[in-house]
Structures are given as C-alpha cells and as structure tokens.
T-cell receptor
C-alpha cells in the first residue's frame, strides 16, 4: 500500500470554477501535512501547510481529517495561473523524518 | 538570499561514467534529501541525511552514493551501476526532526541524460 494516494486527474476546469483535490495517507503516526505545487519541469514549491483545524490562504483552503487519514485542498475562483500539478506530502518523524509524496494531481484551468 | 542551489542544471553522461550532482544549502538545515522524478511520476527518495556524517538509503538507493561531510553540502554520485539514470534529480532540505511542520525546500533540480 502506498504511503500517500492521490487522484492523478487530470482536472480540466473553466476559469472561476471551484475544484477540490483529495489525498489519503496510510501511517497514523504522520505528524505534518503539506500541499506543494509543481509547474512543468520545475521543482515543487510549498503551497501551504495543513493544520489540524484547517486553514485558509486567500482562494486556497486546506483541511485535515486525522480520524479518516484524509487531506483536502480546495481552490476557489480558479485562475489560469493555477494550472500545475498539486502534490500531497506527509511527514512521518518516526520513519527517520521522511517525507512521503503523492504522485500529484494535474490541474488545467481553461479560459 | 537563503536557499538551495543545485548544479549543473543540465548534465549529459555517457554510459559507464560516474557523475556527481552538487547540492548546497545556506538555510542552516540539518536534514537533506535526494529525490528522483521520472516523467509523469512522483518523487522517489534516493538518500537522506538527518545530520552531518550520517545518511540513510531511501527507496531506490542502488547505483547511487552520497556523502555528508559538511552541513551545507550533500552531493549525489550517479554511478555506472545505475541502469536507467536519465531523470530529473531534486535536492531538498528541512530544518530537522525535532521541529513540527518542518516543510521541505527544494533546489531547482538537475536534468541528467545518458547518451
């Protein structure tokens, strides 16, 4: 079983749409959770950390459900510039502080 | 500016050659990581190091070697034993194991192509 699983998509949405990405993780000892954005042929960049109470940063909202081992990212009012691959990342300290990456969800925002 | 640098950006290797990819960080981070990414796939962990002079194998360490002689440097050598080395190599660092929400920061990557 993979440590982190994501729906690979692709998601093709019109500008202004709301889109949600989901991610599940297998290790209940995982402590920290993140969403990264990766543009084509570039390195991943941190989009936001995911806190237990859920958190919002402008058009982006992240939520964590520890009981279900589930993480989500909601993007409202999609922009063309949001087109990228979104990676769900989980940090598990008791595995030597390894970070586990989902395979990514591809988003294309269409004019 | 603080950050992670990787060099070279593009690297071409003949079969049978060893090559070394550079990774340097000035973030004063304890932990450093090497990943490999193939087209359309996720990141796979090659090696990681939590502290100077110590490192551990990741999921796909065969055909690779590393050293961690200095806190700021974590070079990766791709040896001739690595059968399919053409890929995008990413170096990352994080503060360390004792800090919650210690996210990873990535360098710009090195694209290695075997001719």
């Amino acid at each position: 079983r993979k440590e982190v699983e994501q729906d690979p998509g692709p998601f093709n949405v019109p500008e202004g749409a709301t889109v949600a990405f989901n991610c599940t993780y297998s290790n209940s000892a995982s402590q920290s959770f993140f969403w990264y954005r990766q543009d084509c042929r570039k390195e991943p960049k941190l989009l936001m950390s995911v806190y237990s109470s859920g958190n919002e940063d402008g058009r982006f909202t992240a939520q964590l459900n520890r009981a279900s081992q589930y993480i989500s990212l909601l993007i409202r009012d999609s922009k063309l510039s949001d087109s990228a691959t979104y990676l769900c990342v989980v940090n598990t300290p008791n595995t030597g502080n390894q970070f586990y990456f989902g395979t990514g969800t591809s988003l294309t925002v269409i004019p | 500016d603080g950050g992670i640098t990787q060099s070279p950006k593009y690297l071409f290797r003949k079969e049978g050659q060893n090559v070394t990819l550079s990774c340097e960080q000035n973030l004063n981070h304890d932990a450093m990581y090497w990943y490999r990414q193939d087209p359309g796939q996720g990141l796979r962990l090659i090696y990681y190091s939590q502290i100077v002079n110590d490192f551990q194998k990741g999921d796909i360490a065969e055909g690779y070697s590393v050293s961690r002689e200095k806190k700021e440097s974590f070079p990766l050598t791709v040896t001739s034993a690595q059968k399919n080395p053409t890929a995008f190599y990413l170096c990352a660092s994080s503060i360390g194991i004792l800090v919650p929400y210690n996210e990873q920061f990535f360098g710009p990557g090195t694209r290695l192509t075997v001719l």
